[in-house]
T-cell receptor
Framework: DTEVTQTPKHLVMGMTNKKSLKCEQH?????MYWYKQKAKKPPELMFV???????INESVPSRFSPECPNSSLLNLHLHALQPEDSALYLC????????????FGPGTRLTVT | AQSVTQLGSHVSVSEGALVLLRCNYS??????LFWYVQYPNQGLQLLLK??????LVKGINGFEAEFKKSETSFHLTKPSAHMSDAAEYFC?????????????FGKGTKLSVKP
């Protein structure tokens, strides 16, 4: 099974709302990632978790708060977002170490109104 | 710093024609190389990867890529395009000795297939 699942598929939220994105994988991967992708652009790395600990934060604003409750789950908590945060949010996972391929989920299409 | 260049933001081919999508990397030490495909409103799917075992790498859906160190290239090809190949294609690299999660993407090439 090489599947990464993400929920919800679509999310519309106001600038004062609090919402969460969820990601799950059962491939035994111990590295998990959040990416943001704007239209017609490649994905931009936001966060990396390795063995359930945050290892990379690419200077992401604090209105995005990641969480890795266990080795299979990854959450992204959203609060007080701006309209420019509207994008496709992708979760990915891989084995730890350099050079392993990342497996991506289908993404959550987020619209901030 | 490592970079990836995909020549041509948009490539259009006829159904049944050869597909050639170009990718060049910048480092003198060959990195790990990947091709991903993204269909509209979907996530990225791994097509193939190069990890130094063989210079010609076969992937899914009939795609293959050839690593050429002398040209610092990793171009993606498919002998005969199908309508279902229409998508965005990303070349990506992880530098040798890079850090966890350091996947550097090219800007992408949109492939259109004409009937």
């Amino acid at each position: 099974d090489t599947e990464v699942t993400q929920t919800p598929k679509h999310l519309v939220m106001g600038m004062t709302n609090k919402k969460s994105l969820k990601c799950e994988q059962h491939m035994g991967h111990r590295a998990m990632y959040w990416y943001k992708q704007k239209a017609k652009k490649p994905p931009e790395l936001m966060f990396v978790y390795s063995y359930e600990k945050l290892s990379i934060n690419e200077s992401v604003p604090s209105r995005f708060s990641p969480e890795c409750p266990n080795s299979s789950l990854l959450n992204l908590h959203l609060h007080a977002l701006q309209p420019e945060d509207s994008a496709l949010y992708l979760c990915a996972s891989s084995h730890t170490g350099v050079g392993y391929e990342q497996y991506f989920g289908p993404g959550t299409r987020l619209t901030v109104t | 710093a490592q970079s990836v260049t995909q020549l041509g933001s948009h490539v259009s081919v006829s159904e049944g024609a050869l597909v050639l999508l170009r990718c060049n990397y910048s480092s003198s030490v060959p990195p790990y190389l990947f091709w991903y495909v993204q269909y509209p409103n979907q996530g990225l799917q791994l097509l193939l990867k190069y990890t130094s075992a063989a210079t010609l790498v076969k992937g899914i859906n009939g795609f293959e890529a050839e690593f050429k160190k002398s040209e610092t290239s990793f171009h993606l090809t498919k002998p005969s395009a199908h309508m279902s190949d229409a998508a965005e294609y990303f070349c990506a690299v992880t530098p040798w000795g890079g850090s966890q999660g350091n996947l550097i993407f090219g800007k992408g090439t949109k492939l259109s297939v004409k009937p």
